[in-house]
């Protein structure tokens, strides 16, 4: 096997009101939230799916089944805690991520440090490690009408 492996993910979740909106392990304060059978964070969703691809290990879904209630409103950085075991289980380290987040409102400009933070300390990674980066559609889409928010990660992993 490769000493470098990459891999990439996606996630979307369905904005609506009455849910949290928890992006890279932050809650933000807004109207509305994602509907999802976790906290639906869509951030730590596609990187664990980046992960888990990069070694083709399946995906979220697989691991982590929408129809299990161990995983009913469960805090998604648990997920992600138990993808980078299974990462380290197969003797590999993430390098670095690269994450975008694609949302109409809020605005998530004050949140990135926090939520690369959050994410770093999970991975036991340096902060420089994780990007994190928003962006609008422009009022195009399901997320220009702000009826969604979905999310890309690209991952380097390494072998130790």
Same mark, same amino acid.
Not at 5 to 30: C, F, Q, S, T
């Given at each position: 096997?490769s ?10 979740? =369905?904005?609506?009101? #009455? !849910?949290? @909106? %928890? ?11 994602? /509907? *999802? ?8 969703h ?6 888990l ?24 950085r ?8 299974? =990462?380290?289980?197969? #003797? !590999?380290? @993430? %390098?670095n991520?690269?994450?975008t ?6 605005? /998530? *400009? ?51």
């Open positions: 096997m000493k470098l492996r990459i891999g990439n993910g996606y996630d979307v979740h =369905v904005l609506a009101p #009455g !849910y949290k @909106l %928890v992006l890279g392990g932050v809650e933000i304060d807004h109207p509305k939230g994602c /509907v *999802a059978h976790s906290d639906g964070d869509v951030i730590i596609a990187l664990c799916d980046a992960m691809g990069a070694l083709a290990l399946n995906d979220i879904g697989y691991h982590f089944p929408d129809t299990n209630e161990e995983f009913c409103d469960i805090d998604s648990i997920l992600l805690s138990r993808v980078c075991a299974l =990462v380290a289980d197969k #003797g !590999y380290r @993430l %390098v991520a690269d994450i987040l694609l949302l109409q409102r809020p605005k /998530v *400009a004050p949140y990135i440090l926090s939520m690369r933070e959050a994410i770093a300390t999970v991975i036991g990674s340096d902060v420089e490690c994780i990007s994190v980066k928003a962006t609008t559609t422009e009022n195009l889409g399901f997320v220009g009408r702000e009826e969604g928010v979905a999310s890309y990660a690209t991952v380097l992993l390494e072998k130790e």
